[in-house]
């Protein structure tokens, strides 16, 4: 080997080693073939021009004997102008004998591409990383699959627990509707007892017949909220929207709670309200979430305290209707699942508070029908502020009384 | 072990046994979470849990377990996850055999945790070779052999597979012998 050679190859060695090299003269004329890339290209034949086998993607414009000195530090990247479509990618170096050497190998970015030149590993210098791109791109189609096969899974647990949910609250539903049948007739004949209207009863039954009135208004309170929960979860709540004015509908709420709030001698007052503002809404749904808010507030005010109601449109034009009690307030931490079914904050347990659960999320479901929403703040010690926001478009204007 | 493993396993036993027996082999392997993620990495020890479990299922020998895993996973689950590579890997079944060290190999550059095993090919003449298989993993050795019979699924030849010595001999890696010839059509 001449001095300040280092690489003399058996061609059968550099075959091995360079699967895809080329070996050009300075005119950029082939003079030999390694086997790989000689089975991909027939074209690619002692004698052709590398020009009309390749047609440069990089570096821009056309091959030249000229820009060759220029080439052995450009990176090349070549698409073969016939059939299969090849597209490989290496550098062109300087020999000692003054030919040039084409080192390039194909370009791998799908994994379909290798298959669909019939290339395996046993075709590749194992030198070559070629083979590790192909695990990395394998790879990914891999986790794509299992991404969707997961996502697929998802949505069909979803699909049925969704269905197995709106099965339950139908049959919660119809379940309600029977039981507040019968319940209509328990009540109304212990409200006739109660009366003695058919004659008076012993003394110790008139208790017991009182008892038994307590607790089927009870037991119908909760039924009807099951009844509406199951409504609304299964979709077939709807709404009956009309138009009225607001401060009315609050003041039939405050009349219908007077009982309660005189019975703890609380104060309610009605701190801002336009008389006159109309909504669009369902009338009893709104009612319901007023007596709602109010009777919570009655719940936990302290005796002799103060309830403020407050109607007003805030600066999005929302419209706020606010019930704040002066009550031990609520640890925040709480506020976070307070709306969920069946939970109760904490506090309420600790004053003894009796209900089903279900008010406040039927509140805020029965204003997410609306579009809306209620919001709550408290602060221990100081009370508690629940907030039933409309949006704008539930605010039909000014009216005036009929 | 990567979690594409395990859904190879159940694959195998819910096409074989329904989706009823596989959610009855995890309960009983104590498995809370049965959803596998292919490229997730799950402790070595699930898998003899799951086998064990599966074999007391399926009435069947953990050994039958793994040589139909090993059969499934070459015949359904890596051409389904893997196909490129494994067309990659050589278009005979000889070719396929010697070049699974070098894919094993290059996987494990890609993938620095994963423990791959090792293979080393002996030609003994024609269809017939012996298999050195090392893994860091004992007991695989049924899995190997199933790969082998799958593998000659892939390419029509019907595939004996015999472990002729192992680690119970004092060696270091198991042996197979293995012969292979075109199946009668």
């Known amino acids: ?402 | 072990m990567q979690g594409v493993i395990y859904k190879s396993i159940e694959d195998l036993v819910v096409a074989g046994w329904g989706a009823e027996t596989w959610a009855e082999i995890l309960k009983k392997a104590g498995v809370d979470d049965p959803a596998f993620v292919g490229m997730s990495r799950y402790p070595d020890e699930l898998a003899g849990r799951i086998v064990g479990a599966a074999s007391t299922v399926l009435k069947l020998p953990p050994e039958d377990i793994m040589r139909a895993f090993g059969r499934h996973w070459t015949t359904n689950t890596a051409p389904t996850y893997y196909g490129d590579l494994m067309a990659f890997a050589g278009n005979s079944f000889l070719e396929v055999v010697k070049n699974l060290d070098q894919m094993h190999a290059r996987i494990s550059l890609i993938f620095p945790n994963y423990k791959p095993p090792s293979f080393r090919v002996e030609e003994l003449g024609p269809g017939k070779l012996r298999l050195h298989y090392s893994s860091q993993r004992a007991g695989l050795g049924p899995v190997v052999e199933g790969m082998m019979v799958g593998l000659g699924d892939r390419f029509g030849l019907d595939v004996q597979i015999k472990p002729e010595r192992g680690r119970t001999d004092g060696l270091d890696h198991d042996e197979f012998t293995v012969t292979y010839a075109q199946r009668a059509s």
């Not at chain 1, 070559?128 to 069909?156: I, W, Y």
């Not at chain 1, 309610?268 to 919570?296: C, F, G, H």
């Open chain 1, 1 to 402: 080997m001449p001095a300040g050679e280092i690489l003399s190859l058996d061609a059968a060695v550099a075959d091995r080693l360079f699967p895809f090299h080329v070996v050009l003269d300075r005119d950029l004329r082939v003079l030999r073939v390694a086997s790989v890339i000689k089975r991909l290209l027939p074209a690619l034949v002692p004698g052709q021009m590398l020009d009309r086998v390749f047609e440069p993607l990089r570096p821009v414009g056309p091959l030249t004997v000229e820009s060759v000195s220029q080439l052995a530090n450009t990176l090349l990247i070549l698409r073969s102008r016939q059939p299969p479509p090849l597209v490989v990618k290496g550098q062109i170096a300087p020999l000692a004998d003054g030919k040039l050497m084409l080192l390039v190998s194909p370009r791998v970015s799908d994994a379909d591409e290798m298959r669909r030149l019939n290339l395996t590993a046993a075709d590749f210098a194992l030198h070559d990383p070629t083979s590790e791109m192909l695990v990395v791109l394998q790879a990914m189609r891999a986790s794509l699959m299992d991404a969707e096969l997961l996502a697929k899974r998802l949505r069909q647990t979803r699909d049925e627990a969704l269905q197995a949910s709106r099965a339950k609250s139908q049959f919660l539903a119809n379940m309600s509707h029977e039981l507040r049948t019968p319940l209509n007739a328990i009540i109304g004949f212990t409200e006739m007892m109660s009366s003695q209207i058919h004659g008076p009863l012993p003394e110790r039954y008139v208790d017991y017949v009182n008892d038994v009135g307590v607790s089927g208004h009870h037991l119908l309170d909760l039924i009807n909220d099951l009844l509406d929960l199951a409504r609304i979860e299964a979709d077939s709540f709807e709404l009956k929207p009309s138009r009225f004015q607001i401060s009315e509908l609050i003041g039939e709420c405050l009349r219908a709670v007077t009982p309660q709030t005189q019975k703890k001698e609380l104060t309610v007052e009605l701190l801002e309200s336009d008389p006159a503002l109309t909504v669009e809404a369902d009338e009893r749904a709104m009612k319901q979430i007023m007596l709602n808010l109010l009777s919570n507030a009655i719940k936990f005010s302290r005796p002799s305290g103060r309830i403020d109601v407050a109607v007003k449109r805030d600066d999005s034009s929302y419209l706020r209707i606010s019930v704040a009690d002066h009550g031990e307030g609520i640890d925040p931490s709480t506020i976070a699942w307070i709306f969920e079914p069946f939970r109760q904050g904490d506090h309420q347990v600790s004053v003894g508070s009796e209900g089903t659960g279900l008010g406040l999320h039927i509140a805020k479901r029965l204003a997410g029908l609306h579009g809306g929403t209620i919001s709550m703040k408290s602060q221990i010690g100081a009370g508690t502020t629940v907030a039933l926001l409309l949006p704008p478009v539930r605010v039909v204007g000014v009216e005036k009384s009929p």
